[in-house]
């Protein structure tokens, strides 16, 4: 049981360039979102989806893209890498339903981008 | 925004108790009490959550007061590994967007030996 799994840990990128932050559990949980965390501050969300075929919008999602095509995958686009994502990422999932909905949260991916 | 107050930092002597305060004075009544925490750089881990009654598990416990306005965080027995920015988050148990993890800045807990 692995858990939930990010891949890669660290990554640089140059402006403009496209890449895809993968986030994969396999606890069969239905809800996954994605946050981002920047030096000194909370996480804040930027996509979260509450099963296959559902994705919606956090508290900053421009500049991101998501689909939800299996319960255990939800990878994480960027279309047009700009310097101000630089950022630590991390991905979450959890049940949506019952007493135990805590969170499970990976490692994160730390991304530069110049 | 962040639905929680803490403080944005707290000191405690290694083997004594420390309790982190939250207040949530607009929490619903259908919203639960949940902590996590993140140890330097990792992933936020899940403490403890309750609704109105105190909670304990084998990290800490959770006192929530009877108008639900407020809540702290006990971990008994505090060593150097709990070091870490505490998170007080209120959420509905159920999914959909009320169900969304809201994070704020949290509290900094440094354990001092």
């Known amino acids: 049981n692995a858990g939930v799994t990010q891949t890669p840990k660290f990554q640089v990128l140059k402006t403009g360039q496209s890449m895809t932050l993968q986030c994969a559990q396999d606890m069969n949980h239905e809800y996954m979102s994605w946050y981002r965390q920047d030096p000194g501050m909370g996480l804040r969300l930027i996509h979260y989806?509450?099963?296959?075929?559902?994705?919606d919008q956090g508290e900053v999602p421009n500049g991101y893209n998501v689909s939800r095509s299996t319960t255990e995958d939800f990878p994480l686009r960027l279309l047009s890498a700009a310097p101000s994502q630089t950022s630590v990422y991390f991905c979450?999932?959890?049940?949506?339903?019952?007493?135990?909905?805590?969170?499970?949260f990976g490692q994160g991916t730390r991304l530069t981008v110049v | 925004d962040a639905k929680t107050t803490q403080p944005t930092s707290m000191d405690c002597a290694e083997g004594r108790a420390a309790n982190l305060p939250c207040n949530h004075s607009t929490i619903s009544g259908n919203e639960y009490v949940y902590w996590y925490r993140q140890i330097h750089s990792q992933g936020p881990q899940y403490i403890i959550h309750?609704?109105?009654n105190n909670e304990t598990n084998e990290m800490a416990s959770l006192i929530i007061t009877e108008d639900r306005k407020s809540s702290t965080l006990i971990l008994p027995h505090a060593t150097l590994r709990d070091t870490a920015v505490y998170y007080c988050i209120v959420r509905v148990m159920y999914g959909g967007s009320q169900g969304n993890l809201i994070f704020g800045k949290g509290t900094k807990l440094s354990v001092k030996p």
């Open positions: 989806s509450v099963g296959a075929g559902i994705t």
């Open positions: 979450a999932s959890s049940l949506t339903g019952g007493r135990n909905t805590e969170a499970f």
């Open positions: 309750g609704l109105k």
